[in-house]
């Protein structure tokens, strides 16, 4: 059975940075490409980021060179790091990933970015 677990979500001031981290079990992270996503109040989820199986990495414009995403194999995990946090990141941020036909979303990991 394919689960992802987002794990590093917290209060944090502006500014500040954090670090979410997805893992894997029933699946091999590194042989698939795996996205963050968030979800604010009221709005729809939204694509920040993702890493293909071969390492490249792509992100929303929101966010770019703000977050990095990469891959720590020996954990099947892949994390998110965070910096330059604003208020309108506030979110639940999910990983997710496609696998023989299905995607698979884990729960979410809630940040919450004060002012």
């Known amino acids: 059975q394919v689960q992802l677990l987002e794990s590093g979500g917290r209060l944090v001031q502006a500014g500040g940075s954090l670090r979410l981290a997805c893992e894997g079990s029933?699946?091999?992270?590194?042989?698939?490409?795996v996205a963050w996503g968030r979800q604010a109040p009221d709005k729809q989820r939204e694509w920040v980021a993702s890493?293909?199986?071969?390492?490249?990495?792509d992100y929303a414009d929101s966010v770019n060179a703000r977050f990095y995403i990469f891959r720590d194999n020996a954990r099947n995990t892949v994390y998110l790091e965070m910096t330059s946090l604003q208020p309108q990141d506030t979110a639940v941020y999910y990983c997710?990933?496609?696998?023989?036909?299905?995607?698979?979303w884990g729960q979410g990991t809630q940040v919450t970015v004060s002012s």
């Open positions: 997710n990933t496609f696998s023989r036909g299905q995607a698979y």
């Open positions: 029933g699946i091999t992270l590194s042989t698939v490409g």
């Open positions: 890493v293909t199986s071969g390492g490249a990495a």
